[in-house]
């Protein structure tokens, strides 16, 4: 008997520019932190009206959740489904933890003195256990030293992965709206905790999904709702200035702190109609886009600190050239975390929800 295909896959697996909408938040998030670490001038902050993490966790609720949707829909277990993303997250990520202390090592900015001690020992650690935040002192002199700042993000999307599956049969049990009403009350208000908090309670929340977890349920929304969801240039003008109204006067003096405390539940709404709309209007071109240069998002944002540090260590900084050599060396190594580590683990997959293949089924 066929499977009937769930609401998230008819989204996702249709002709669709997500991996272009991940490459082009991946190229915002190396402006800001380059304008901010490299001191380019005001050009460059244009690329703040766009939040680029909270892009990447929108689409995260959307494809994550399709994923597994798919798996439970075919009734495989959950395993194949934490396999899934352990080799999408963690290969590269181990692949930075080896490469990134012996490339600076090679150029001089660190001695194998200061490497071979016990801080090398918990960077690893770190990494291993996908909590990859330590800052070791032996960066110390190497531009900010924090070469894996927005590696916050890491444990933020691991954390989310883990409650997917609850998600999935909890709303095949009990419907959306009984599950996703209450989870948009807990995570809105552990966003307005940490804000309001700080210290611990605030850096464990800003740890995981539970802060920003509206572009995450956002996604879900999307997921279950995409395929019925009318697709109008006027609603997408109206989406879009709802969100840039906010971006931009968001933060001003005035509103701020409310802005500050609410900025995910405000945002994620009109966010994600315009992910949508781009990810399923845009020109074909753009389509595809993974299957032409590789998939090469989530490397730029694990290397693109690196690079930054690297080039403040050499004394470069301010000018547009070195700007470019910023996005050549990230695409680059982007490049080489593709080819070399992301995509060869990505083999590894059993089921996936784009190019399914067959596999033993198992009881969800």
Known sequence: MATQIGSAERVVTRANSFDALRLFAALVVVFQHGHAGLGFGEGFHISALFDGVAIFFVLSGLLVYSSAQSLASRGIGWK????????????????????????FLLVGAVSAKQLLTFPLVVWFGAFLALLPNYHPPFFEGIGSGVINGPLYTIPAECSFYLIVPLLVVAIRRWGLA???????????GCGVISGAMGGLVGNVLHHTFLERGSYFGVGILLA?????????????????????????????????????????????APLGYLILFVGLKAPAVFRGISNKIGDLSYGIYIWHSFVIALLAWAGLSGEWFVMLLLVTITLVLAL????????????????????????????V
């Open 224 to 268: 279950h709702y995409g395929s019925r969801i009318p697709l109008k240039r006027g609603f997408a003008l109206l989406a879009a200035a709802i969100y840039f109204g906010l971006v931009t006067f968001g933060p001003m003096p005035a509103v701020e702190s409310v802005y500050g405390l609410f900025k995910s539940a405000l945002v994620a």
């Open 80 to 103: 194949t489904f934490f396999i899934n993303r352990y080799l999408r997250i963690a290969p590269a990520l181990l692949a930075f933890a080896v490469l990134a202390p012996v490339l």
């Open 178 to 188: 009984k599950v996703l009403v209450p989870y948009f009350v807990v995570t809105v």
């Open 336 to 363: 080489g975390s593709w080819f070399v580590v992301e995509k060869p683990a990505l083999g590894l997959k059993r089921v996936s929800v784009r190019g399914l293949r067959p596999s033993t089924p198992a009881r």
